[in-house]
């Protein structure tokens, strides 16, 4: 297991950007394969981004493509999720996951371990 702790969540102006991190214990953390999720209010959670353990391949929901990029940073610890042209419909609960054994995982189901979220929220 890998505990997970997200921040940089906020309020921000339509067309703004925020940078969302995730910070992972423990020394394994270039083996886990790492994705971002949102869950708004009365909707249920859905895939935003999602990155190999080594950093070499990406994958993004199609309403988050050319907006969104997710990155990380082995060294650290920390995956990151760059937020560009921020909408209103953007705004959620923004969580970060690990999966130990599947490559780019797109259902929640697929992921071992979850951080507590961070709140976006976009005004228009």
């Known amino acids: 297991q890998v505990q997970l702790a997200e921040s940089g969540g906020g309020l921000v102006q339509a067309g703004g950007s925020l940078r969302l991190s995730c910070g992972a214990s423990g020394r394994t953390f270039s083996r886990i394969n790492m994705g971002w999720f949102r869950q708004a209010p009365g909707k249920e959670r859905e895939f935003v981004a999602a990155i190999r353990r080594t950093g070499d391949g990406t994958y993004y929901a199609d309403s988050v493509e050319g907006r969104f990029t997710i990155s990380r940073d082995n060294a650290k610890n920390t995956v990151y999720l760059q937020m560009n042209s921020l909408k209103p419909e953007d705004t959620a609960v923004y969580y970060c996951?690990?999966?130990?054994?599947?490559?780019?995982?797109?259902?929640?189901?697929?992921?071992?371990?979850w951080g507590q979220g961070t709140q976006v929220t976009v005004s228009s």
């Open positions: 996951a690990a999966a130990w054994n599947r490559d780019l995982p797109l259902q929640p189901g697929e992921y071992d371990s």
